[in-house]
């Protein structure tokens, strides 16, 4: 069984950063694609950031593109999701996700397993 759990969430003011984590078990980690999405109260889930398994490729939602870089440890099965110059409207809880389906990367049914999420909240 695949577990998936993230950490880093918290407050920040808006200019500031943060990063996540997200720490991965039960799977052969370097071979998975993996992504972040993130969510804010009564809106769609919303794609962040795809990498694939080795790393050497990174995708960036438009909104995040610039601001927000992903990167993973396959020795430490962990990626992250570095956030800089973080804005309100950045606020939303932050989930990792593995991708199992062969759709499209910015696509949440492309992936078969989530962790339980950790909350970003950005002050103005």
């Known amino acids: 069984q695949v577990q998936l759990v993230e950490s880093g969430g918290g407050l920040v003011q808006a200019g500031g950063s943060l990063r996540l984590s997200c720490a991965a078990s039960?799977?052969?980690?370097?071979?998975?694609?993996m992504g972040w999405f993130r969510q804010a109260p009564g809106k769609e889930r919303e794609f962040v950031a795809h990498?694939?398994?080795?790393?050497?490729?990174?995708y960036y939602g438009d909104s995040v593109k610039g601001r927000f870089t992903i990167s993973r440890d396959n020795a430490k099965n962990t990626v992250y999701l570095q956030m800089n110059s973080l804005k309100f409207e950045d606020t939303a809880d932050y989930y990792c996700?593995?991708?199992?389906?062969?759709?499209?990367?910015?696509?949440?049914?492309?992936?078969?397993?989530w962790g339980q999420g950790t909350q970003v909240t950005v002050s103005s």
């Open positions: 990498i694939s398994g080795s790393g050497g490729r990174t």
């Open positions: 996700a593995l991708q199992v389906y062969s759709g499209a990367y910015y696509y949440p049914d492309s992936y078969g397993y």
């Open positions: 039960g799977r052969t980690f370097s071979s998975t694609a």
